[in-house]
C-alpha cells in the first residue's frame, strides 16, 4: 500500500514591519527621454551609471540610505535605517549638495536634476521575500507626495513639502510656492522651494518659530526661573525641556499614549553652572571670548 506524501508547512512568515518617520528624497534626471532617443545605448548607459554614481557618494556624506534606482530616478530614505534627530536638514543639505555636484559632474552630455523632499510617518518593512529574491520598502503618502513634488521643481531646484518646512524652521531661505494641486492628493498643499541656507548665526533662533513659542505656561517658566536663581546664588544644576508637535491629545488624558497623528521630538537640555568659565546654552559666554558656545 502506497504511503502518503508528508506535508511539510512553511513556517510563519514574521511581521518585521514598522512604523517612522522617513524624510524621503526623490531625484529625477531632467530630460533623460530626450537622451534616451538621441544616444547610443552604451553612451546612455555610461552617462546614467555616472550619475547613480555622483547620487550615492553625495547621499553617503549625509547618512543617506539609497533605496532603490528606477532609471533616471532615485530614492532615498533620512531616518532609515539609522535615525537622526536632523534627518529632514540632512534631507534638504544632500538635495542642495547633488544638484551642485550633477551640474559639475564631468560627462558626454550636460546633466541636470530635480529634486522634491517631503516628511511624514511610514511603514517601512519587508514587502517580499523568496528563495531568489528579497526587497524592502516603504507605505504611506510621504515617499508619493515627494515624487509629486519633484514633478514641480524647476531644472536645478529643490522643493519641500509643508511638514519638512516646519521642521528646518529658518535653517534655509525659502521661495513660497503657495498652494499646489497634486495629482492623488484631495487637498492642495503648500509647497516650497529652498534656495540656500540661512545666514541665520544660531541654530536655536533658526529652528524656533511662532509656533513653537511658550503660552500659557506660567508654573513652567517659573520653575526655569527658580532654577537659573538657584544656579546664580551656587547651586548648580540642569533642566531638560522637551517639545511635542503635532500631538492629539484623547479626552481625560494628560498626554496621549497613542498618537493620532505622527509626532516629532526634540530635546534641549540647559545647564546651569556656577563657574565663570561656564555658561548657560545658549547665552553669550561675554565672560571669556564674547562668542557663542
Not at 223 to 249: F, P, S, Y
Request: proline share 5%; with cysteine.
Amino acid at each position: 500500500m502506497a504511503q502518503a506524501p508528508t506535508t511539510v508547512s512553511a513556517p510563519a512568515r514574521t511581521d518585521t514591519a514598522e512604523r517612522r518617520q522617513l524624510t524621503v528624497m526623490f531625484c529625477d534626471l531632467v530630460g533623460s527621454t530626450a537622451l534616451a532617443s538621441r544616444l547610443d545605448p552604451e553612451d546612455l548607459r555610461e552617462i546614467i551609471g555616472a550619475y547613480h554614481e555622483c547620487v550615492a557618494e553625495t547621499i553617503g556624506k549625509y547618512d543617506g540610505f539609497v533605496a532603490r534606482y528606477m532609471g533616471d530616478g532615485v530614492l532615498v530614505y533620512f531616518g532609515y535605517p539609522q535615525a537622526h534627530e536632523d534627518d529632514a536638514e540632512r534631507a534638504v543639505r544632500a538635495g542642495l549638495a547633488q544638484i551642485e555636484a550633477i551640474r559639475h559632474l564631468r560627462t558626454a552630455e550636460k546633466l541636470q536634476i530635480r529634486v522634491g523632499i517631503a516628511t511624514g510617518l511610514v511603514v517601512i518593512g519587508e514587502l517580499i521575500r523568496s528563495s531568489e529574491t528579497q526587497e524592502w520598502d516603504i507605505v504611506g503618502e510621504t515617499p508619493n507626495l515627494a515624487a509629486r513634488l519633484q514633478t514641480l521643481a524647476e531644472p536645478e531646484t529643490l522643493v519641500i513639502a509643508p511638514m519638512t518646512h516646519r521642521l528646518l524652521g529658518n535653517l534655509f531661505d525659502y521661495r513660497d510656492l503657495g498652494a499646489v494641486e497634486l495629482k492623488g492628493f484631495a487637498e492642495p498643499l503648500q509647497a516650497y522651494q529652498v534656495l540656500r541656507p540661512s545666514l541665520m548665526e544660531s541654530r536655536f533662533e533658526a529652528l524656533r518659530s511662532e509656533a513653537t513659542q511658550l503660552i500659557g505656561r506660567d508654573e513652567e517658566l517659573d520653575l526655569l526661573m527658580q532654577r537659573w536663581q538657584q544656579a546664580r546664588d551656587g547651586e548648580a544644576g540642569g533642566v531638560g525641556v522637551r517639545r511635542a508637535r503635532d500631538w492629539e491629545i484623547p479626552a481625560g488624558r494628560s498626554f496621549p499614549t497613542e498618537p493620532r497623528r505622527p509626532a516629532a521630538y526634540s530635546i534641549a537640555v540647559f545647564l546651569l553652572a556656577t563657574s565663570p568659565r561656564q555658561c548657560p546654552f545658549p547665552l553669550y559666554c561675554a565672560a571669556r571670548t564674547g562668542r557663542r558656545l
